[in-house]
Nanobody, 126 residues
């Protein structure tokens, strides 16, 4: 059974940084793409970044490009999201997700991800 557990959220001032972590339990497949999404109150879940598990190919939403970095540690089965230069509009619940069967380097639609974590709150104050 796949479990994804996020951690690292919190309250930070605008311009600050946070690093989110996602611990994956169970086997991670070579076809997997890991993604980070976020959801603010009253808004739809939004793609943030993705990384192909084997090649480490990364892809970012325009809104975070140049500020956020997604990475993974194969040995620890961890995925990370380094968030720098945070803005109040980055405030949301952040979710880690795994798309196991598509075997594509870029996966941006929430419906294409089979497994989800419970989310971690990120709040950026102005």
């Amino acid at each position: 059974q796949v479990q994804l557990v996020e951690s690292g959220g919190g309250l930070v001032q605008a311009g600050g940084s946070l690093r989110l972590s996602c611990a994956t339990s169970g086997r991670t497949f070579s076809s997997s793409t890991m993604g980070w999404f976020r959801q603010a109150p009253g808004r739809e879940r939004e793609f943030v970044a993705s990384i192909k598990w084997t090649s480490a190919y990364t892809y970012y939403a325009d809104s975070v490009k140049g500020r956020f970095t997604i990475s993974r540690d194969n040995y620890k089965n961890m995925v990370y999201l380094q968030m720098n230069s945070l803005k109040p509009e980055d405030t949301a619940v952040y979710y880690c997700a795994e798309a196991r069967t598509l075997n594509r380097p870029i996966v941006v639609h929430p419906k294409e991800y089979e497994y989800w974590g419970q989310g971690t709150q990120v709040t950026v104050s102005s």
